[in-house]
């Protein structure tokens, strides 16, 4: 059993910075590839980021050069670092975990970002 719990979200202007980050509980973090979700009001739940056990990453084309995932294994932990932040970056996102081999996965309980002046 693994539990996810986010933070960092919040309110920030058009073109701002925020961090989010994925503190997981549980053993051998470093089997599972870490994602994170977002969802905005009446839209369905969309991956914006990927990064699997081994560090490759993969990024939404619509986040691309704006953000950034990354992992710490010794801390338990994946960021997502988010950049020139627009309002259609507004939604809750989720961290979601996926064991390499089983394929089991597991979901935060979310963070509300709001991007807006």
């Known amino acids: 059993q693994v539990q996810l719990v986010e933070s960092g979200g919040g309110l920030v202007q058009p073109g701002g910075s925020l961090r989010l980050s994925c503190a997981a509980s549980g053993s051998f973090f470093g089997l599972y590839h870490m994602a994170w979700y977002r969802q905005a009001p009446g839209k369905q739940r969309e991956v914006v980021a990927r990064?699997?056990?081994?560090?490759?990453?993969m990024h939404n084309e619509l986040v691309k050069g704006r953000f950034t995932i990354s992992r710490d294994n010794s801390k338990n932990t994946v960021y997502l670092q988010m950049n020139s932040l627009k309002p259609q970056d507004t939604a809750v996102y989720y961290c979601?975990?996926?064991?390499?081999?089983?394929?089991?996965?597991?979901w935060g309980q979310g963070t509300q970002v709001t991007v807006s002046s």
């Open positions: 979601n975990a996926q064991h390499s081999t089983t394929a089991l996965y597991y």
């Open positions: 990064i699997t056990s081994d560090g490759t990453t």
